[in-house]
């Protein structure tokens, strides 16, 4: 089983910036992706971004440009660089694990981003 504890979140104006962590322990698949998603108050849970052992990135169109993902393989942590927040950035972002080639996944218990205006 793979915990994922995440980070970062708070209260930011619009306009600023945020990077939220994630650092993930247990059996921690070897093939794996991590990513970020979101559930914004009344809305379903997005993906934001993630990012593959390998280092490819994929994003949700609504962060293009202004979200960075990477990863710290060594230290088994991903990180989200948000810049631009906007008030519809607004919600509570989650960490997720999952196997390439297989169906076991984790989810972190999320982490609350408020964006002001």
């Known amino acids: 089983q793979v915990q994922l504890v995440e980070s970062g979140g708070g209260l930011v104006q619009a306009g600023g910036s945020l990077r939220l962590s994630c650092v993930a322990s247990g059996s921690i698949f070897s093939n794996n992706v991590m990513g970020w998603y979101r559930r914004a108050p009344g809305k379903q849970r997005e993906l934001v971004a993630e990012i593959t052992s390998g280092g490819m990135t994929n994003y949700a169109d609504s962060v293009k440009g202004r979200a960075t993902i990477s990863r710290d393989t060594a230290k088994n942590t991903v990180y989200l660089q948000m810049n631009s927040l906007k008030p519809e950035d607004t919600a509570v972002y989650y960490c997720?694990?999952?196997?390439?080639?297989?169906?076991?996944?984790?989810w972190g218990q999320g982490t609350q981003v408020t964006v002001s205006s």
């Open positions: 997720k694990i999952r196997q390439v080639s297989g169906p076991y996944f984790s």
